[in-house]
């Protein structure tokens, strides 16, 4: 089956903590993309990676970082930094060859900072 | 700053309505445009792109108006499953890439 994970579904960490989320997909895609969803907001860009070895901030990147060292991996760190940090959290990508076309969500990820 | 506007609702319909909900954007350059819908606690899924010519797929209809900015999503003889959040989503050319903007989204409820 083709698709993009997101691991762990509910995660939990403590204040002041850094936590990494995972974003894999098998769909051959070269853009990924993070985002933040509060409840009752719409989908905030975080950051988005159009190749490899490339990244570039979003509208609130500020308290996250990325990597992109390969195509079907874009994690995702929360750091300290990060004010509100409980959100959900959705990872998507997309095909870069054709301009116009949509992207592809995984299941997201729910973080809860206590 | 780009902005993408929908009335978030809800929307609070019989099982058989018509419904329809617009979007505007503020950028007119904007490019490619689509309707995603999300479940409660779930992630977006595409429902359709927006073409300039208007599109439809089986009781969705989805129109793009360019001068005014707007566009728009029909839904005929809604059923319970329509239940969603609705959320509009429009595209800007930014250097070499692509970047999306989501709109916040319309709550839709088809009750019995």
């Known amino acids: 089956d083709g698709g993009i994970t997101q691991s762990p579904k509910y995660l939990f960490r403590k204040e002041g903590q850094n936590v990494t989320l995972s974003c894999e997909q098998n769909?051959?895609?070269?853009?990924m993309y993070w985002y933040r969803q509060d409840p009752g907001q719409g989908l905030r860009l975080i950051y988005y990676s159009q190749i490899v070895n490339d990244f570039q901030k979003g509208d609130i990147a500020e308290g996250y970082s990325v990597s992109r060292e390969k195509k079907e991996s874009f994690p995702l760190t929360v750091t300290s930094a990060q004010k509100n940090p409980t959100a959900f959290y959705l990872c998507a990508s997309r095909n870069g060859q054709v301009d116009y076309n949509e992207q592809f969500f995984g299941p997201g990820t729910r973080l809860t900072v206590l | 700053r780009k902005e993408v506007e929908q009335d978030p609702g809800p929307f609070n319909v019989p099982e058989g309505a018509t419904v329809a909900f617009n979007c505007t954007y503020s950028n007119s350059a904007s490019q490619s445009f689509f309707w995603y819908r999300q479940d409660c606690r779930k992630e977006p899924k595409l429902l359709m792109s927006?073409?300039?010519s208007g599109n439809e797929d089986g009781r969705f209809t989805a129109q793009l108006n360019r001068a005014s900015q707007y566009i728009s999503l029909l839904i005929r003889d809604s059923k319970l499953s329509d239940s969603a959040t609705y959320l509009c989503v429009v595209k800007d050319r930014a250097g070499g890439s692509y970047i999306p903007t989501f709109g916040r989204g319309t709550s839709l409820i088809v009750h019995p």
């Open positions: 927006v073409y300039s």
């Open positions: 769909l051959n895609h070269d853009a």
